[in-house]
């Protein structure tokens, strides 16, 4: 089994430990590589487009970009980790989101990431664990990753691990374990099935594309979808 991570922050602080308890559960059976931020993908996305109208492989940042993309297209489960920062992802894990803009679905989405896995890990003082769980969930449904579990904690009194009381770290802890063997259970020599809203998603981008190919057959987004088949009886979660 190979599992991706993909680290919001580089400082090794309570998300850190929290995802520490989830890997643990895997450590014996499973080949881990692991992306920390802002480390692994440094720059923001300059917005110039290249990835979209071209070839992702010429922006600028592809050398960080790719390296992420083959360890996640190559894993069967992909785990997201981040503090809250104002009731948001780091940063840092949006700046490597938005290098993913041309994986959206209405543009060039990897056939893979439609059979994935993917568990998100946030924690936050007081509230906003949700919204930056929301932040990553919303690149990843819009990959194609229909079976995502999303797990946040929240603190009320002290983002230091080593002061949180030992009360609270084992209720965090339990519950990372329950939901690590929960998915222990998942047979990952197959994909995950493909979920309905997913499906119509693919479905109204679909209509978009063949929308778009009559207008031009040579739009690059339309000959991918054309390549792959997509816009006849392909389907990316059956390929």
Same mark, same amino acid.
């Given at each position: %089994?190979?599992?991706?991570?993909?680290? /919001?922050?580089?400082?090794?602080?309570?998300?850190?430990?929290?995802?520490?308890?989830?890997? +643990? @559960?895997?450590?014996?059976?499973?080949? $881990?590589?692991?992306?920390? =931020?802002?480390?692994?993908?440094?720059?923001?996305?300059?917005?110039?487009?290249? !990835?979209?109208?071209?070839?992702?492989?010429?922006?600028? +940042?592809?050398?960080?970009?790719?390296?992420?993309?083959?360890?996640?297209?190559?894993?069967?489960? =992909?785990?997201?980790?981040?503090?809250?920062?104002?009731?948001?992802?780091?940063?840092?894990? *949006?700046?490597?989101?938005?290098?993913?803009?041309?994986?959206?679905? &209405?543009?060039?989405?990897?056939?893979?990431?439609?059979?994935?896995?993917?568990?998100?890990?946030?924690?936050?003082?007081?509230?906003?664990?949700?919204?930056?769980?929301?932040? $990553?969930? +919303?690149?990843?449904?819009?990959?194609?990753?229909?079976?995502?579990?999303? !797990?946040?904690?929240?603190?009320?009194?002290?983002?230091?691990?080593?002061?949180? &009381?030992?009360?609270?770290?084992?209720?965090?802890?339990?519950?990372?374990? #329950?939901?690590?063997?929960?998915?222990?259970?998942?047979?990952?020599?197959?994909?995950?099935?493909?979920?309905? $809203?997913?499906?119509? *998603?693919?479905?109204?981008? #679909? %209509?978009? @594309?063949?929308? =778009?190919? *009559?207008?031009?057959?040579?739009?690059?987004?339309?000959?991918?979808?054309?390549?792959? /088949?997509?816009?006849?009886?392909?389907?990316?979660?059956?390929?």
């Amino acid at each position: %089994m190979r599992i991706t991570v993909v680290n /919001g922050t580089e400082k090794r602080g309570v998300t850190y430990h929290l995802k520490e308890i989830f890997l +643990d @559960q895997f450590r014996e059976d499973a080949e $881990i590589t692991e992306f920390y =931020l802002p480390r692994d993908c440094p720059n923001f996305c300059a917005g110039c487009t290249v !990835c979209f109208l071209k070839d992702e492989h010429l922006c600028k +940042d592809a050398e960080y970009v790719q390296k992420i993309e083959k360890a996640m297209l190559a894993a069967d489960l =992909l785990v997201f980790a981040s503090p809250a920062y104002v009731f948001h992802a780091t940063g840092a894990m *949006k700046t490597m989101l938005d290098h993913f803009g041309y994986r959206w679905m &209405p543009h060039r989405p990897a056939k893979e990431m439609f059979g994935k896995r993917a568990v998100i890990i946030t924690q936050c003082l007081g509230a906003g664990g949700k919204s930056a769980a929301k932040d $990553i969930r +919303d690149s990843l449904s819009w990959w194609g990753i229909s079976k995502i579990k999303a !797990c946040s904690f929240k603190l009320m009194s002290e983002v230091v691990w080593d002061k949180i &009381p030992e009360k609270k770290k084992t209720e965090m802890s339990e519950r990372l374990v #329950r939901i690590a063997k929960q998915t222990c259970k998942f047979d990952f020599t197959r994909p995950a099935r493909t979920g309905f $809203i997913t499906k119509m *998603k693919f479905y109204m981008v #679909r %209509m978009l @594309q063949k929308n =778009l190919g *009559k207008q031009d057959p040579e739009y690059t987004d339309y000959r991918y979808w054309n390549h792959n /088949g997509w816009t006849d009886a392909q389907r990316p979660w059956k390929q």
